[in-house]
């Protein structure tokens, strides 16, 4: 369900007008109202004005993080262009940024850039930590187990918690100990993750 249904009628020359005013409900929510018209501008065949709009929007964070997380929406037309510009951005001050580069990295499925994402995994930003480790889980599996299990001792909620998820989807029953203990974490989040990932890991130990 959308939380902005006024926008559900509305086409591509109108949904592009939206993306350069203001947003509707302040500041404070630009991030997903911008989001929500950019991946709109993405369903109605908008990718050529969201590709041309990463340079004009440069030093707008939240409609830049609008655009590249539209922009790797499936389906994804390939353009030469794309891989290289969220390459580019890995090197960003901004760390939501350099997270939707990696996470649109996953999502176009740039497996050979792992050397280049890799460099990030001590990032000061427990959202780049845990953007790195969705794109090794994704497109690396089989290096992500061990990673992963070392994470879980990260001095971070916000990537303990991405650990948890991660190990999850992986299915790998080795994780299961490590993911146990989780459950008695100091934060409610990754309590939370532990135990939906538990749901997935008992029944492979018991097969």
Not at 34 to 48: C, F, H, L, P, W
Not at 64 to 83: C, E, F, H, N
Not at 164 to 184: H, Q
Request: proline letters at 4%; hydrophobic letters at 45%.
């Amino acid at each position: 369900m959308s939380f902005y249904p006024e926008l559900d009628t509305l086409k591509l020359n109108d949904l592009v007008t939206r993306f350069r005013e203001k947003p509707l409900d302040g500041q404070e929510y630009s991030v997903a109202y911008y989001s929500e018209v950019a991946s709109r501008i993405k369903q109605n065949g908008g990718d050529e004005f969201l590709e041309a709009e990463l340079k004009r929007v440069a030093d707008d964070e939240a409609r830049l993080r609008a655009v590249i997380s539209a922009l790797t929406l499936k389906p994804i037309l390939p353009t030469a262009g794309l891989q290289m510009h969220l390459l580019s951005y890995l090197q960003d001050k901004r760390e939501f940024i350099v997270m939707e580069a990696i996470d649109g990295l996953w999502a176009i499925n740039a497996k050979e850039v792992v050397d280049q994402v890799l460099t990030l995994r001590v990032h000061v930003s427990p959202y780049v930590r845990g953007a790195v480790l969705r794109y090794v889980r994704r497109l690396h599996p089989d290096r992500a187990l061990s990673m992963l299990i070392e994470v879980t001792k990260d001095s971070h909620p916000i990537v303990r918690a991405v650990a948890a998820d991660e190990l999850g989807e992986l299915g790998n029953s080795e994780a299961l100990a490590c993911v146990e203990l989780l459950l008695v974490d100091e934060n409610e989040n990754v309590r939370q993750a532990a135990k939906t990932a538990l749901e997935s890991l008992r029944p492979l130990s018991n097969s």
